[in-house]
């Protein structure tokens, strides 16, 4: 069984966190679920979603799949020198780093991304690249891969990253079989992203 640990934070962005929730939660013998933040206790987004989340110091030493959403949440987080340097301790040490929408631009911060390739959303596009210059932002990419590393455009691209990630280990035939019982029309070529500005 792999841990899915997945980051919150006040603000987050509800799809960046429950598409991807959706597509692991399709493969409950091999993935199991559960939702950080840097103190512990319940996390609210603007849409009223609320969630009670355990303290990211339980996995300073790393855990499989370490996802990191965005949303509103990162514009003041971005400042959040604490919660950047658990990021950084957690990333260095987990299996794989997967980032939704402005998520990129936490992950950026910490240096983890410098000299790699990234994208973010699209709309926030001019912020994010502004937190880190080293990095090689990709403008048109619905979602990116660089080692362990991969990160997703705006919003619904975290799905297409997930299915991609899921293609990835585990075959394309089982990404499809997912993408087919949640009804979603999944974009595999990461490359097309019908957003860039």
């Not at 855990?63 to 020198?81: H, S």
């Not at 691209?157 to 899921?166: K, P, Y």
Request: charged content about 20%; aromatic content about 10%.
């Amino acid at each position: 069984m792999k841990e899915v640990s997945i980051l919150l934070f006040k603000d987050f962005e509800t799809l960046d966190v429950f598409g991807p929730v959706e597509i692991f939660g399709r493969l409950k013998d091999v993935y199991s679920v559960t939702f950080y933040s840097l103190n512990g206790g319940i996390i609210q987004n603007s849409h009223g979603v609320s969630l009670e989340t355990v303290s990211l110091e339980k996995i300073l030493q790393g855990t499989d799949i370490f996802l990191i959403p965005g949303g509103r949440g990162t514009r003041k987080e971005i400042n959040n020198i604490p919660l950047l340097d658990i990021i950084l301790q957690i990333s260095q040490k987990s299996q794989f780093i997967l980032t939704v929408c402005t998520g990129s631009a936490l992950l950026a911060k910490t240096g983890l991304l410098n000299g790699r390739i990234a994208t973010s959303n699209k709309k926030a596009f001019q912020w994010v690249i502004s937190n880190n210059l080293n990095v090689k932002w990709l403008k048109k990419a619905r979602w990116t891969k660089d080692g362990k590393f991969y990160t997703s455009s705006g919003i619904s691209s975290g799905m297409d990253m997930v299915l991609g990630f899921i293609s990835d280990l585990h075959g394309e035939k089982i990404a499809d079989t997912i993408a087919s019982e949640i009804e979603y029309n999944w974009q595999k070529d990461k490359t097309i992203d019908n957003f860039s500005i």
